[in-house]
């Protein structure tokens, strides 16, 4: 269990000596007036204390990815420790804290339109249909898939899918256009809760009942052989760094009351989100003794939602096993929710359409909610296989947003650059080697994702000299 003990460490070390070094970077200033006090309008611009903004954070950014996702990592072996404590630390904290900030900065703005303020109207056309699209997908399969584990649960005697997800389609409509105190803000930090609760129970228990790690190797420990560069840096994404994140950073900038929380809200949520990845990647690792064992229970014992339920069960006993699940179900619908409200909101933000009024939220939200029912009947095996890749590029494009930001601003970038080179080479080796991508042999697909990392770090690089240059000239 060391291994597990020290990256807990390290996130939580990382949070006060890293994060405070990336806030201090940014120069967060409580002088200047947030947008949720100056645009403040009822709906989306709401002042929200701390704690309560926290908890929604991390929930809307949670979803699935450091459960489902660490238990598919697990399969890697003790290397997904190093990937989620490293990665929450220098790329997902920075991300996640610079696409929050960037947009408090902004008066609110949607991902898209700060991408475009720093990398061009190019990059914002294309990161408006991106993002609307990726958000409508996420929001569609967090609708259907809690669905499906509602009705194998039974939960209040309704065993059927379609009531359940009628069910959940209504709350999702009303989560997209009620003020965001109204429904997010009084049952967000109550499941936010409850789900670090859950994490918490599974990390103890794990540490008071003798379970063993498997021994740390750099060799991949993954039952079929998939090599952990860079299968494992996207199969891990909410648990490190997620693009996703990015969509909903801009909502909660929209509720901050003083800058001075943008730290514990953006960067801290990731860490914690990386505390509760660690937790689980340790217990599907530990509790099927080794990644044979774990790729055996996945394939025999309804994959990762199968994983969950014997762990809960095991360690928290019938009626913690139950919470824990239901935690599970949470987790999703409330990132599902509010991916269909920041759809909405890059929409309004696309075209400058004032949300005020109710009328222009429902001409939004009826036709994305239209879209989404359509989807909810098509098959998305296929589709959703490239979320993973397409998660990891958003990411890539935010980190390289944010080190323009600090080239424009004349602050170095290599708190950004860096862990934007090292994704760029993730999502390019990816796409090269995925099976839902080109699938070339890693004796390819390694140095042309390295030559592509190379060559955007040059040229970003050229573009900082150029700035030098006429930075020079004008003194």
């Known amino acids: 269990m060391m291994q597990f003990i020290i990256g807990i460490i390290v996130l939580i070390v990382g949070y006060f000596t890293y994060g405070k070094v990336v806030d201090k970077h940014f120069g967060a200033n409580d002088s200047i007036e947030t947008p949720a006090n100056r645009l403040r309008d009822g709906i989306d611009f709401v002042p929200l204390s701390r704690p309560r903004v926290f908890l929604i954070q991390l929930l809307n950014i949670a979803g699935l990815g450091p459960i489902f996702g660490a ?61 609307v699209i990726l958000l409508v997908l996420t929001g569609t399969v967090f609708m259907t898939g809690p669905a499906g584990l509602l009705a194998n649960l039974k939960l209040f005697g309704l065993g059927s899918f379609d009531m359940w997800l009628a069910i959940i389609f209504i709350y999702y409509f009303l989560a997209t256009i009620l003020p965001v105190d109204k429904i997010i803000g009084k049952v967000y930090p109550i499941f936010g809760l409850s789900l670090l609760i859950m994490a918490i129970g599974i990390g103890g228990k794990l540490i008071t009942g003798g379970y063993q790690l498997p021994d740390f190797t750099l060799q991949t420990l993954h039952p079929e052989g998939l090599p952990v560069w860079a299968m494992l840096f996207t199969t891990i994404a ?26 514990p809200i953006f960067y801290g949520a990731m860490i914690a989100e990386g505390i509760i990845a660690m937790i689980w990647a340790a217990a599907a690792m530990a509790f099927f003794n080794g990644t044979e064992g774990l790729g055996e229970a996945m394939a025999n014992g309804g994959g990762a939602a199968g994983v969950v339920n014997t762990v809960s069960l095991s360690l928290l006993g019938p009626v913690g096993g139950i919470l824990a699940m239901l935690g599970v179900v949470v987790a999703p619908i409330t990132s599902g929710d509010t991916a269909f409200r920041a759809a909405r909101l890059t929409m309004a933000d696309a075209i400058k359409f004032k949300q005020g009024p109710i009328k222009n939220r429902l001409s939004f939200a009826v036709p994305l909610f239209i879209v989404a029912f359509g989807l909810t009947r098509v098959d998305f095996n296929i589709i959703w296989r490239y979320f993973a890749w397409s998660n990891q590029t958003l990411a890539t494009i935010v980190l390289w947003t944010a080190a323009a930001y600090l080239l424009k601003n004349k602050k170095s970038h290599w708190m950004a650059s860096i862990p934007a080179t090292f994704m760029t080479a993730v999502s390019a080796t990816y796409l090269l080697q995925a099976p839902e991508g080109f699938r070339l042999s890693t004796t390819i697909a390694y140095p042309v994702g390295a030559v592509v990392a190379v060559a955007a770090i040059v040229i970003f690089l050229m573009k900082v000299n150029k700035q030098n240059k006429m930075i020079a000239q004008e003194a």
Do not use: N
């Open 71 to 131: 238990i598919q990592g697990a399969l890697f072996g003790p290397a997904a420790f190093i990937w989620i404590a490293l990665g929450s630390v220098f790329a997902g904290g920075v991300h996640d804290y610079f696409s929050g900030m960037l947009s408090v900065r902004h008066d609110g703005q949607s991902i898209s339109e700060i991408i475009g303020t720093y990398l061009g109207d190019g990059a914002r056309f294309i990161m408006r249909i991106f993002s």
């Open 238 to 263: 909410c648990g490190a760094i997620s693009g996703f994140h990015a969509t909903q950073s801009p909502m909660m900038s929209r509720c901050l009351e003083k800058e001075s929380d943008g730290r």
